[in-house]
Structures are given as C-alpha cells and as structure tokens.
C-alpha cells in the first residue's frame, strides 16, 4: 500500500482520527457496541470527535449512519446500537414461498441459450433475495442531508463507503469529504467523490449470489470486500492519521464445534471459511504492512523528503468469537437458513461461521452489541492513550 497521500501532522493540530469499519454481514452489530462505548471515553465527554469514517459492506451502513449523526455523535451512537439489537430478517431482506427452487430454475439462474434473447434474459433473477427492505430502512435511518452539512461545517473531514466494480473489475472508493481531499487512483482502486445515496451503501453491501448488485451511472457494483486488498488505506487518503479499526474477529479463530477429522468439510462450512476470507484477511494482512511502513519510515530507510507519514493504528476485536455467540441462538434459526446448511446433520454447519454472517436477529446482533461496548470499556485506558498520546 502506498500512503503518499499528503505531509505531517501540521504543528498545533491534533491529529486525525480515523475510524476504520470493515464488513461482516449480522457480525457489524459488533461495531455500534463498540462505537457507543468510544463515544463515551472520548476524552473531554461531550467533546467526541472522529474526522474520518470509511466502512465496507455491512460497515458501509455503520460508516454513513454515524456520519450523518456527527453533530450529536452520542446520541447517533446510542440509536445506532439500538437499531442493530432490534433488527430482524424482513427488515433486511424479503423472501417468498418456492422463491429457492424458482430462482434455481434452469431457465432462471444457470445460464443457457435463452440468455442470448435480451427479453427473456430480463426474467432471470440475479440474488437469492430482495433487500428492498434494506433499502427502505437506510434510506430512512440515515441523515442523507446532513452529510453535506457536517462536513461543510469542519465537524467531519470525510466519510467513504467501498464498493466493487463487476464492470470495470476494480475496487472503487466513493467518498464525500472536505475540499483539499483529492482523489486517487491505484492498481485496480480509485476514490471518487461523489454525494453519497443510499445506492452507494446498498452496492457495498450487495453480498455476491445473496444480495443484487447495483447500477450506478451505468457500471455494476457489488459488495467492497471482493477486491479490497487495502482496507486501510480509505481513511488515509481521507487524511486520518490515527486509525482505530473495528474488526468482527481476532486474527485467529475459534470453532463453536470442531469438525471430526474425518470428515469432509460441507459446503456451508467451506462458504463460512470464504466470508471470513472476504471480509477480514485483507485487514490483517494490510496491517503487516502498514507496520512495515511504519518501521522503515521510524528506521530513516526510506528516500528523504519522500512524503510519507507514520500512521497509527489499534485494532479493537471481539473478546468471544461470533460464531460462539451465534451457537447459542440455533433454536431460533430460521428456516431458511436450516435449509441454506441443510448438509450438516442438524442444520447447522460444523463452525457456525456462515451463521454468524447472515443471522440478522435483534437477540444475536444485541449480544454482539453489547459485547463490543464491555470489550471497549475493558481498555479504556489504552483508547484514551491513543487517542490523547
């Protein structure tokens, strides 16, 4: 990742903070506890302040909602971990009955010679479900006029939700930010500011075969993890300096249910392992090699005058795995998605890690939530040193 993105700190400003909220479907629940709790040990009380928020999938959503609330960021904080502890399915998707075995239809979802007849393409579904519903709910939520607002007032430097490219095959950034932000263009990512709609978050979170891409200015856009290598460097181009980021798992994982060794792993543990993969792998491998960065730059390494910052980072992440918390919620698994794990003798698969992505329940998403406002405070001294140091 290169980080040329601007100079140091200037002298007498605080530097900025950026808040860094990757994807993780039910898993984001995690997030507004945390959020709720960082609003809280802010240093100076009423005087929270976050400059940068970049979110990615399910994280889009928390990104843009916490945004448009930061004018009263406690308070945005409080309704946005409610919002979480009281969701349900049909508040996220819509399903009807047969909808599995009429979308799986030949004719309907496997491409075949009636594809070549632009009418009769126009029938063939192209996601399992309809996040209409979502859609509804985002747009409702979300303080939409009050990004320009915030931003134009100097409460918040930038905000930036990703998305992923099917037509162009790149990762693109948008993002609405201050003035002096510029964009950018790497290797197969770019950044383009734009007035961020619900169509924005809604493709950042279109989760491939699950959820419908979305068209925006005649280009295809699907969920950001996919072809995010670099889930960093949003927030950095956006000028933040410090980043906190939010993670729904630990480096390392734990299994609610180890899978026997002799048995083959089901196709919903192996979908299981691939969100894991899509959504948090690339955070952890960019944060090798920001330190890296951060080393070199320390070690004097690099080529004076090079334009390159050291940026900061804490990583805060669950205390308890969620496919342990998600285990203890299978009673209220519905149907649907017994039927989506129906290899696994119970309907559950081995890990639970599919489940714990695509479980939307006010129950699980409340445990999640609270989880990450107690494992927040249980570092509260080493936040309010990062923050303050």
Not at 51 to 57: E, I, K, L
Not at 77 to 98: E, F, G, I, K, M
Not at 202 to 219: D, K, T, Y
Request: aromatic share 8%; with cysteine; glycine share 8%.
């Amino acid at each position: 990742m290169s980080f040329l993105v601007g100079a140091v700190t200037d002298s007498g400003r605080s530097p900025r903070i950026g808040l860094v909220l990757p994807g993780g479907g039910a898993r984001a629940a995690y997030e507004a506890g945390v959020i709720q709790a960082l609003v809280e040990l802010w240093p100076g009380g009423g005087g929270s302040r976050i400059d940068v928020v970049t979110g990615t999938s399910a994280g889009a959503l928390n990104a843009v909602y916490l945004a448009s609330r930061t004018a009263d960021l406690e308070r945005g904080a409080h309704d946005l971990a409610a919002l979480w502890s009281t969701l349900t399915a049909d508040r996220v998707y819509r399903r009807q009955p047969l909808e599995f075995w009429h979308r799986f239809g030949s004719s309907r979802w496997w491409p075949s010679r009636w594809d070549r007849n632009p009418p009769l393409r126009q029938g063939r579904a192209h996601a399992l479900f309809d996040t209409g519903p979502l859609r509804e709910l985002i747009t409702r939520e979300v303080a939409w006029d009050e990004l320009n607002r915030v931003i134009g007032a100097g409460l918040l430097r930038g905000v930036a939700v990703t998305t992923t490219s099917y037509t162009d095959n790149r990762n693109v950034t948008f993002y609405q930010a201050s003035p002096e932000v510029e964009s950018w263009t790497r290797v197969r990512r770019v950044g383009m500011p734009v007035a961020l709609e619900p169509d924005h978050v809604m493709a950042s979170i279109a989760l491939p075969i699950l959820f419908p891409s979305v068209r925006i200015n005649g280009c295809d856009y699907g969920d950001g993890s996919l072809l995010q290598l670099t889930p960093l460097a949003p927030a950095v181009h956006l000028g933040a300096e410090r980043l906190l980021i939010i993670a729904v798992h630990g480096p390392t994982r734990i299994r609610a249910r180890p899978l026997p060794a002799s048995t083959p792993p089901s196709w919903a543990a192996i979908a299981g392992f691939m969100l894991d993969a899509l959504f948090l792998d690339s955070l952890y491998t960019d944060l090798e090699r920001l330190k890296r960065i951060n080393e070199s730059i320390a070690s004097s390494m690099l080529i004076p005058d090079l334009p390159l910052r050291v940026v900061e980072t804490l990583i805060l992440s669950p205390s308890i795995d969620p496919t342990l918390l998600v285990s203890r919620h299978r009673d209220r698994f519905s149907r649907w998605l017994r039927w989506l794990v129906r290899d696994s003798e119970d309907g559950v698969s081995p890990g639970f890690e599919l489940e714990s992505y695509l479980f939307f329940d006010g129950h699980y998403c409340r445990n999640l939530v609270e989880l990450g406002y107690s494992d927040t405070l249980s570092r509260k001294d080493e936040i309010r040193k990062f923050l303050t140091g």
